[in-house]
């Protein structure tokens, strides 16, 4: 695809209820990342993924928290007995290989997540 | 640990003069610095990035911005706002070698017609 897609644009859930969200990043990117943006505030980093490398995971919350990414495509993120305090928008971006200088981030529409 | 500071959470300025939108940053090896910004009910979008080289760097929609290590500051600049350029703005800083990219809480920039 042109951009990097992310679904559900937007998701209601109940508290204690699991939720999963996914990421579709453009075709060659192999860097992806997962932020959450709560209302009126900056981006909160949550996890990276490069490539086969382990992933980066020191931004992930509570153990609440887990995502996973098959190879260089899509990632889920899951969020398990979810909190009111989860509400917020879910950021999916993703980036070149390091190789030539291009390490600006490509980000999806987000999916807001309410819980209620 | 890696920060980015934006000290001024709402900018204003009149249509036609020109705008600075302020960013300081702390990393412990080189950086590599970016702005992003989000319109109204869209995603983020990249503007504009420094990696190495000259300290002033251009971007989109007129948006330029100046690299000055001794200050560790990263401003972003335009000659002369638009109303369109109305927007929430974010700074954000890589240290080279390292993945992780941390944003700063974003300024929003309000341009009166």
């Known amino acids: 695809g042109a951009g990097v897609s992310q679904s559900p644009s937007n998701k209601v859930t109940e508290k204690g209820k699991d939720v999963e969200l996914r990421c579709d990043p453009i075709?060659?990117?192999?860097?992806l990342y997962w932020y959450r943006q709560r209302l009126g505030q900056g981006l909160e980093f949550l996890i990276y993924f490069q490539g086969n490398s382990a992933p980066d995971k020191s931004g992930l919350p509570s153990d609440r928290f887990s995502a996973e990414r098959t190879g260089e495509s899509v990632s889920t993120l899951t969020i398990q007995r979810t909190q009111q305090e989860d509400s917020a928008v879910y950021l999916c971006a993703s980036s070149y290989p390091q190789a030539g200088g291009r390490y600006e981030q490509y980000f999806g529409p987000g999916t807001r997540l309410t819980v209620t | 640990a890696q920060s980015v500071a934006q000290p001024e959470d709402q900018v204003n300025v009149a249509e036609g003069n020109p705008l600075t939108v302020k960013c300081t940053y702390s990393v412990s090896g080189n950086p590599y610095l970016f702005w992003y910004v989000q319109y109204p009910n869209r995603g983020l979008q990249f503007l504009l990035k420094y990696i190495t080289g000259d300290n002033l760097v251009k971007g989109s929609y007129g948006f330029e911005a100046e690299f000055n290590k001794s200050q560790t500051s990263f401003h972003l600049k335009k000659p002369s706002a638009l109303v369109s350029d109305s927007a929430l703005y974010f700074c954000a800083v890589r240290e080279a070698g390292y993945q992780k990219v941390t944003f700063g809480t974003g300024t929003k920039l309000q341009v009166i017609p």
């Open positions: 075709s060659g990117h192999t860097a």
